[in-house]
């Protein structure tokens, strides 16, 4: 196999996967990535659940500079040429929050594969290599297809379990006070008779 159709076939584990993780209230929560100079460091975010659903959210370089900062924001991307090599920290910031906790679902790649239109022309590849390139952007496209389609999954799984949950709970106060109504027939009407059996 050519090295070109080995740079294609390498380019198809590249991609970095979402993952989701909890925030505590008044704590937060923080990833670190190792990248070389002139790296690109690039990640996407979204508070799922919880309180305000609003995160603070810093990158800090390996010198200690904030390279990129967002308040009390629900979702947000950042993207950017690293400057010096290192460990570069992402961290989620839930101080804000008193009591509610936060579920992020987050996504994090440092580095990018090439760009393979232009790193070789169609009559410069084999029939075999063409095939991979398809499918290497078919794979892509499926992959950004499922992030998608789990994030909204997640969304909708936690909405359905909080409706249960106070479906749940209504339920238990009707009983309740079903109950505390009909004890109070009973005694009142049990009271009515013996008023009436004293008259």
């Known amino acids: 196999m050519s090295h070109r159709c080995r740079l294609l076939l390498g380019c198809l584990v590249g991609r970095a996967a979402s993952f989701g993780f909890t925030v505590p209230a008044g704590k937060s929560e923080c990833f670190h990535e190792s990248a070389k100079a002139s790296e690109r460091l690039s990640g996407e975010w979204k508070v799922l659940k919880g309180g305000m659903m609003d995160l603070d959210v810093q990158v800090t370089s390996p010198s200690g500079d904030h390279v990129y900062a967002a308040e009390r924001e629900m979702e947000g991307s950042f993207a950017f040429y690293t400057t010096n090599e290192g460990i570069y920290a992402v961290c989620f910031s839930n101080t804000h929050s008193a009591e509610a906790e936060k579920q992020v679902i987050a996504k994090i ?33 499926v992959r ?56």
């Open 109 to 141: 790649s440092v580095g990018e594969a090439p760009d393979l239109i232009k790193l070789a022309k169609t009559e410069h590849l084999t029939p075999i290599e063409e095939r991979i390139k398809d499918l290497h952007e078919s794979m892509n496209a």
């Open 144 to 199: 950004d297809m499922q992030d998608q389609m789990r994030e909204q999954d997640e969304v909708h799984h936690k909405m359905t379990r909080s409706t249960r949950s106070r479906l749940l709970w209504f339920t238990v106060a009707e009983a309740v006070v079903l109950v505390a109504v009909s004890l109070w027939q009973i005694l009142y009407l049990k009271s009515f008779f013996e008023i009436k059996r004293v008259v």
